[in-house]
T-cell receptor, first 112, second 112 residues
């Protein structure tokens, strides 16, 4: 365990479904992130939260909706996704933006 | 044996040999660099980091070299073991962006 826990590990959803990914960290970090990892591509930064405020939205479609209720939890709400959204979604946290990130194991999402 | 050169998507080495994985970064203002290792089914794990005021840093069996002149980063793994088989990513961070940007990964295959 790395200190960042993501659930579920695997998710299969239809294009009309609504689901949520959950991330939890108990490292006392101030910043949390969502990354998308597709095959043969670098990790793509999606959202950044610092002290529970969203500070970055990297041109992500509105069908992805993040939520950070407190400094330990981060959610990614999904609705009306497309098959090309199938990927590994990684959550990470860091003490500040200028330190290394601790990653969770990811949620493998398949949109059918 | 060793392999030095431009970024390679895949590097295959014999067990016991040394490995060198290369990375070119883009932002001359980047001041913090990290190497991550990602095994199948897991999120990226921190290996070693280096700040821009250094050109070399050593860990256990790993060494990171930073050449700011040509914006090049490398990871050296001594006496490569089967457990080192994974995808390795470099990442850069800068005070002006406050974001960790990942490079293309290199898949390291260790032959017994």
């Amino acid at each position: 365990e790395t200190g960042v826990t993501q659930t579920p590990r695997h998710l299969v959803m239809g294009m009309t479904n609504k689901k949520s990914l959950k991330c939890e960290q108990h490292l006392g970090h101030n910043a949390m992130y969502w990354y998308k990892q597709s095959a043969k591509k670098p990790l793509e930064l999606m959202f950044v939260y610092s002290l529970e405020e969203r500070v970055e939205n990297n041109s992500v479609p509105s069908r992805f909706s993040p939520e950070c209720p407190n400094s330990s939890h981060l959610f990614l709400h999904l609705h009306t996704l497309q098959p090309e959204d199938s990927a590994l979604y990684l959550c990470a946290s860091s003490q500040t933006a200028n330190y290394g990130y601790t990653f969770g194991s990811g949620t493998r999402l398949t949109v059918v | 044996g060793e392999s030095v050169g431009l970024h390679l998507p895949t590097l295959s080495v014999q067990e016991g040999d040394n490995s060198i994985i290369n990375c070119a970064y883009s932002n001359s203002a980047s001041d913090y660099f990290i190497w991550y290792k990602q095994e199948s089914g897991k999120g990226p794990q921190f290996i070693i980091d280096i700040r821009s005021n250094m050109d070399k840093r050593q860990g256990q069996r790993v060494t990171v070299l930073l050449n700011k002149t040509v914006k090049h980063l490398s990871l050296q793994i001594a006496a490569t073991q089967p457990g080192d088989s994974a995808v390795y990513f470099c990442a850069e961070n800068s005070l002006d962006t406050g974001k960790l940007i990942f490079g293309q990964g290199t898949t390291l295959q260790v032959k017994p």
